[in-house]
């Protein structure tokens, strides 16, 4: 008979931790689940003296000591297909220890492989798979393997890995949708500013000279356009004035950097751009279907409900959800419902709260959450068409002005001189 030290939640959601005596870890799992605790954590209590000697052989130590560091990042569509290839091996009946190796020789070189290969020797040490996939943050996070235990403490792991499969499709599906209506616009942007610069700082100055030679009395739009023009090749002094447009980018991704190192800052600027018009909606309905399909997936999958919305605000990526969520969080643990927060936060629709509501009296909180995400994801496939087309005449006006600007400016003088040279 081995000792097993536990750490489980219990029916409020707090921590309890304690030992039990079972002739195998399956058996402890199932008699501290019969305590009506869902475990988190089970481990096999080892002699210390034969854990230090087991953790110095052949360099182990120096090796776990460096898990979870290192340079690199996991690509998000390996780690979908990893995951559902990890879940069929599962459902076939192969070992897990297999099941891994089979699929890390697979993977192409780099820090997921290298998470892979580290993980497949922490089970064999003893460990279980959430155990070791917890040592590496990078490749897996708190959502991935908060769901890893679930499926571990319940043996349905390879049900818990197809959800998760399709949770991280859907998730990368809506983000894909949202940055793929940036590109068209930013590409625009992007060839337009170039084109314009360029016209500004080449073309402007041979005009300049030719007015300069006729002595021609120049309108106060030319005089704006030469000054625009001056200021670009730093004619006056100083740093030319393209160096700073060209820095502008970089100045403002280190800022808004800098503003998101703080909870603060991260709050201001999601609220902010929250109330851009349909941008704004598009970010916030897409936050509230990233939220409810976290929390919707870890329910279904047996994760106590306390710990789902800790781990769907930590993981919302967005400060005004996360902050709802702390709230409802909190709310929870003195005995309220869901839905009643959630309400009074009046940071959802009404009908997210409604079938919230639904879904705590009928008991299917999990499938209410999911019908919830998934009508989101379809409002923002509407919304992110209408930006598309909101955006395309917008552009057509904002590049023709320019151009008319600059046409206006340099033909302006050229008339001028033209009528009179004519009348001479």
């Known amino acids: 008979m081995s000792v097993f030290t536990y750490e489980a939640l219990n029916d409020t959601g707090q921590e309890v931790k304690g030992e039990i005596e079972a002739p195998s870890k399956e058996e402890a799992v199932a008699k501290v689940r019969g305590l009506k605790y869902f475990p988190t954590k089970v481990v096999e209590k080892v002699d210390k003296k034969k854990a230090g000697i087991r953790k110095d052989v052949g360099g182990a130590g120096a090796r776990k000591k460096a898990a979870g ?9 390996a780690l979908t297909t990893f995951t559902r290839q990890l879940s069929t091996l599962q459902d076939a009946g192969l070992p897990i220890l297999r099941s891994i190796r089979i699929l890390e020789h697979q993977q192409k070189p780099g820090m997921l492989r290298a998470s892979l290969k ?16 917890a040592r590496h943050p990078k490749a897996f996070d708190r959502l991935y393997t908060n769901m890893v235990a679930a499926g571990e403490a319940g043996g349905v792991l390879d049900v818990i ?12 599906r809506l983000k894909r949708k949202v940055i793929g209506a940036m590109i068209y616009p930013a590409v625009v942007i992007t060839i337009a500013m170039t084109i314009t610069m360029l016209i500004v700082i080449f073309l402007v100055p041979q005009f300049r000279t030719i007015f300069k030679d006729f002595g021609a009395t120049l309108p106060a739009i030319t005089l704006f356009l030469i000054a625009i023009s001056d200021w670009m090749v730093g004619a006056n002094g100083g740093m030319p004035g393209f160096v700073w447009i060209l820095l502008l980018p970089v100045v403002l991704v280190l800022g808004l950097k800098l503003i998101r190192s703080g909870q603060t ?13 349909v941008l ?21 999958a047996g994760v106590p ?19 709802m969520l702390a709230r409802v969080h909190e709310s929870i643990r003195e005995g309220d ?8 936060s009046k940071t959802v629709d009404a009908i997210v709260v409604n079938m919230v509501d639904v879904g705590e009296e009928t008991g299917e909180l999990d499938k209410m959450l999911m019908k919830v995400a998934d009508n989101y994801d379809d409002e923002v496939d509407t919304l992110v068409a209408s930006l598309v087309s909101l955006l395309e005449p917008v552009l057509v006006i904002v590049l023709g002005s320019i151009v008319g600007f600059i046409v206006i400016a340099l033909y302006m003088p050229m008339i001028s001189l033209i009528n009179s040279l004519t009348q001479q």
Not at 69 to 77: A, D, I, P, Q
Request: hydrophobic fraction near 40%.
């Open 69 to 77: 560091t290192g340079l690199g990042w996991v690509n998000k569509k």
């Open 118 to 133: 580290d993980v497949c020797e922490d089970v064999e040490g003893g460990m279980t798979l959430s155990e070791a996939m």
């Open 161 to 172: 890995l197809q959800r998760l499969a399709d949770f991280m499709e859907k998730s990368q």
């Open 265 to 277: 800052g991260r709050l201001i600027l999601d609220t902010l751009t929250m109330k851009i018009p």
């Open 280 to 300: 704004g909606k598009i970010i916030s309905k897409s936050g509230v279907s990233r939220f409810t399909r976290t929390l919707g997936t870890l329910i279904s």
């Open 305 to 323: 409900i306390l710990e789902a919305i800790k781990i769907a605000k930590d993981t919302s990526g967005n400060e005004v959800y996360a902050g």
């Open 337 to 344: 419902s869901f839905a009643n927060p959630l309400r009074a």
